[in-house]
């Protein structure tokens, strides 16, 4: 496993059509913002990354304070997840949380790009359980895999490992950003990683049992509020608003749930990827949505206690829904 080549040939993969990406404008304010960037975080990937994990650590001690809405928010979900720390910890998680949001920002695509040509093993180990070494050897046995992960460690180069060991074309859920430049760089960066594919999140739903069905392997991270149409489960032993779009796949399409996570070390060019855990569909028949998202949420708030400082507890998880809000949906099977 460790010799597979980061960014090889694709997988074969049977043609399924896709939504429509809305890409956004593309004037010259959108260009030059893309080139600003590019530039910033392209030529940041060149300094030595001892220099900016220091200057994402220093600033995170500045960032609480210049955005204290965000900063409230994650101290009362993390005094929800861990309610014995005390104010000293909660302060300080908050702080390492933004710290590792700004270090993953600046350097996450210059690794991406990095990695591409080289062996699996010369960036990530693998900690694998039984049942996800047997699933990585079958090559997902051909017939689609559900990956549930969260905004822990680093999420963005996970598609480095899952292409390159089989369970590919790792497809993920993507809010385009309102740059046309930005998403087709975004679309091209996951097509570099063996073949990755990025669906709008518009539209995304209709494609994704197809998907699954032909032998793709879903990216989903469903730790995040949900907006709009969720179900009510508890996370953390709090009611919370999720996401109910794996709820109502594997109740549509059963697959195996390949829980995961990549997470950094004390080498900041070496990586941890995780399988602790594979749900088997049988464990899910007959539950309803809400069960199945009581059920990985589980999986999921242990996947964050393994690292709780590179978990971003930044957004508001449990913060209070208007009266105008939508009711949560009874989710069809």
């Known amino acids: 496993?460790?010799?597979?080549?980061?960014?090889?040939?694709?997988?074969?993969?049977?043609?399924?059509?896709?939504?429509?990406?809305?890409?956004?404008?593309?004037?010259?304010?959108?260009?030059?913002?893309?080139?600003?960037?590019?530039?910033?975080?392209?030529?940041?990937?060149?300094?030595?990354?001892?220099?900016?994990?220091?200057?994402?650590?220093?600033?995170?001690?500045?960032l609480p304070g210049i955005d204290p809405r965000h900063a409230l928010g994650a101290a009362d979900f993390i005094g929800t997840a861990f309610p014995a720390?005390?104010?000293?910890?909660?302060?300080?998680?908050?702080?390492?949380?933004?710290?590792?949001?700004?270090?993953?920002?600046?350097?996450?695509?210059?690794?991406?790009r990095k990695m591409i040509g080289h062996p699996v093993g010369d960036f990530f180990d693998l900690e694998f359980c039984d049942e996800a070494r047997e699933l990585f050897e079958a090559r997902g046995h051909g017939k689609g895999v559900i990956g549930l992960s969260a905004h822990l460690g680093w999420w963005e180069i996970t598609a480095h490992v899952l292409n390159p060991l089989g369970l590919g074309p790792a497809c993920a859920i993507m809010k385009p950003p309102k740059n046309a430049f930005l998403t087709r760089y975004i679309v091209r960066s996951r097509a570099q990683m063996g073949g990755g594919l990025c669906l709008p999140r518009h539209g995304a739903m209709s494609a994704?049992?197809?998907?699954?069905?032909?032998?793709?392997?879903?990216?989903?991270?469903?730790?995040?509020?949900?907006?709009?149409?969720?179900?009510?489960?508890?996370f953390f032993g709090r009611m919370a608003s999720c996401d109910r779009t794996l709820g109502v796949l594997a109740r549509r399409v059963p697959k195996p749930i390949l829980v995961y996570a990549c997470l950094g070390t004390e080498d900041p060019e070496r990586f941890r990827f995780v399988a602790p855990k594979v749900i088997d569909p049988e464990e899910l028949s007959g539950l309803s949505a809400p069960e199945i998202t009581t059920r990985v949420n589980l999986e999921i708030e242990s996947l964050i206690r393994m690292a709780p400082e590179q978990y971003l507890w930044l957004h508001d998880r449990f913060r209070d829904r208007p009266a105008s809000a939508p009711t949560p949906q009874s989710a069809p099977s």
């Open 208 to 234: 994704l049992p197809t998907l699954l069905r032909a032998g793709a392997t879903l990216q989903l991270l469903v730790d995040q509020r949900a907006h709009r149409r969720f179900v009510e489960a508890p």
């Open 85 to 112: 720390y005390s104010e000293t910890e909660v302060r300080q998680l908050v702080q390492q949380a933004y710290g590792h949001l700004v270090d993953v920002s600046l350097r996450a695509d210059h690794l991406r």
């Open 1 to 62: 496993m460790l010799d597979a080549i980061i960014g090889g040939a694709p997988i074969p993969f049977a043609k399924v059509d896709l939504p429509v990406m809305d890409e956004g404008p593309a004037g010259w304010k959108e260009r030059a913002q893309y080139l600003a960037l590019r530039g910033l975080v392209g030529g940041w990937g060149f300094l030595p990354a001892g220099i900016s994990r220091g200057f994402a650590r220093g600033l995170a001690k500045l």
